[in-house]
T-cell receptor
Framework: GESVGLHLPTLSVQEGDNSIINCAYS??????FIWYKQESGKGPQFIID?????DKRQGQRVTVLLNKTVKHLSLQIAATQPGDSAVYFC???????????FGSGTKLNVKP | KAGVTQTPRYLIKTRGQQVTLSCSPI?????VSWYQQTPGQGLQFLFE???????NKGNFPGRFSGRQFSNSRSEMNVSTLELGDSALYLC?????????????FGPGTRLLVL
């Protein structure tokens, strides 16, 4: 079946450094991807999305890159801050409507 | 606009009981999706409702069911609870038009089955 997996379960970075969180997806039919941030005790919070007809999309301090050739998605966070510490999930949508498959998550630890 | 709200936030039940969770989507959103989040399985899609009809379904047993009302509020029900049903249940809403829409999550209901 479809699967969305993350390469690293835990990522530790120094405050001020850039962070890169990776995600592999398996379904070439996936047409829409979202990155979420989840803090302890809260629901996932939307960070940024990208459609399959794009390679890159930038937000405030975040950039998502999509490589459809190798079915890989990454989230780059610039100048990582302590408030960025959380678990990050990628999600892919397959087909129409709103059925998303989520990766297992990467925990980002930002060291002061 | 107010965000997605879920009630109750916490719930403790015993095996064999049944439970109903509620979700109110963002105003104007017509699609509500439900997910189960556990440490072992991560976030798993349960089902999606749009205009009071189930539009998508995940791979969960029939003990898990849901419905949606005309005001787009949704409920999910789990019957004959098992210990493994302990999880954070999340709902998410989108406008529902079927295009590539951002899905916004509520805070979740944490269910503990004893």
């Amino acid at each position: 079946g479809e699967s969305v997996g993350l390469h690293l379960p835990t990522l530790s970075v120094q405050e001020g450094d850039n962070s890169i969180i990776n995600c592999a997806y398996s379904n070439s039919a996936s047409d829409y991807f979202i990155w979420y941030k989840q803090e302890s005790g809260k629901g996932p919070q939307f960070i940024i999305d990208i459609r399959s007809n794009m390679d890159k999309r930038q937000g405030q301090r975040v950039t998502v890159l999509l490589n459809k050739t190798v079915k890989h998605l990454s989230l780059q966070i610039a100048a990582t801050q302590p408030g960025d510490s959380a678990v990050y999930f990628c999600a892919e949508r397959i087909g129409n409507f709103n059925k998303f498959y989520f990766g297992s998550g990467t925990k980002l630890n930002v060291k002061p | 606009k107010a965000g997605v709200t879920q009630t109750p936030r916490y719930l403790i039940k015993t095996r064999g009981q049944q439970v109903t969770l509620s979700c109110s989507p963002i105003s104007g959103h017509r699609s509500v999706s439900w997910y189960q989040q556990t440490p072992g399985q991560g976030l798993q899609f349960l089902f999606e409702y749009f205009s009071e009809t189930q539009r998508n379904k995940g791979n969960f047993p029939g003990r898990f069911s849901g419905r949606q009302f005309s005001n787009s509020r949704s409920e999910m029900n789990v019957s004959t609870l098992e210990l493994g049903d302990s999880a954070l249940y999340l709902c998410a809403s989108t406008p529902g038009g079927g295009a590539q829409e951002t899905q916004y999550f509520g805070p979740g209901t944490r269910l503990l089955v004893l």
